[in-house]
T-cell receptor, first 114, second 112 residues
Framework: DTGVSQDPRHKITKRGQNVTFRCDPISEHNRLYWYRQTLGQGPEFLTYFQNEAQLEKSRLLSDRFSAERPKGSFSTLEIQRTEQGDSAMYLCASSLGGQAEKLFFGSGTQLSVL | GESVGLHLPTLSVQEGDNSIINCAYSNSASDYFIWYKQESGKGPQFIID?????DKRQGQRVTVLLNKTVKHLSLQIAATQPGDSAVYFCAENMLGNTPLVFGKGTRLSVIA
């Protein structure tokens, strides 16, 4: 257990529905990342926060995706109007930032869009 | 675009043998590299890292080698055990400036 918690572990939804995932990072970590992983592929960067500020977003993050980290602690990732192509594992990671930055990952939320 | 990739998608080794997992990277500006292990149903787990000012770093049963000339990274696991069975990813970035970029992974299967 890395100390990064994600909820829920699994989510099945119908196309067009909205879903929200939560991530609780390691408490002293000021950076929080969201990655997406599909079967047989490495994780792909989506976005990250330094405290409560969202500093970078990938081109992969369409306008249906929104992430927040309101108090610089936990974060939520919302997907609106889900599509079958959104089916993936959504991974959250946290770090202390700085150089030689080691990311600690949660177990992910597996999303299946029917 | 720039990417991190792996030479072999699968690797099978006998228990007790040494394993070598290879990774090629194409971003010559990358100066920090990490190996992660991912077991089924879990997130990636940090194994070992190396900065570009080093060419070798050792951990417990693992060694990472970096060859900047040919942009190649390898992970050596000594005395491979069944618990080492997993998918291994290399990841890279420029120190503190960019998010980690992951390769596609190599599945290591340990035969008892």
């Amino acid at each position: 257990d890395t100390g990064v918690s994600q909820d829920p572990r699994h989510k099945i939804t119908k196309r067009g529905q909205n879903v929200t995932f939560r991530c609780d990072p390691i408490s002293e970590h000021n950076r929080l990342y969201w990655y997406r992983q599909t079967l047989g592929q490495g994780p792909e960067f989506l976005t990250y926060f330094q405290n409560e500020a969202q500093l970078e977003k990938s081109r992969l993050l369409s306008d249906r995706f929104s992430a927040e980290r309101p108090k610089g602690s936990f974060s939520t990732l919302e997907i609106q109007r889900t599509e079958q192509g959104d089916s993936a594992m959504y991974l959250c990671a946290s770090s202390l930032g700085g150089q030689a930055e080691k990311l600690f990952f949660g177990s992910g939320t597996q999303l299946s869009v029917l | 675009g720039e990417s991190v990739g792996l030479h072999l998608p699968t690797l099978s080794v006998q228990e007790g043998d040494n394993s070598i997992i290879n990774c090629a990277y194409s971003n010559s500006a990358s100066d920090y590299f990490i190996w992660y292990k991912q077991e089924s149903g879990k997130g990636p787990q940090f194994i070992i890292d190396i900065r570009s000012n080093m060419d070798k770093r050792q951990g417990q049963r693992v060694t990472v080698l970096l060859n900047k000339t040919v942009k190649h990274l390898s992970l050596q696991i000594a005395a491979t055990q069944p618990g080492d069975s997993a998918v291994y990813f290399c990841a890279e970035n420029m120190l503190g400036n960019t998010p980690l970029v992951f390769g596609k992974g190599t599945r290591l299967s340990v035969i008892a």
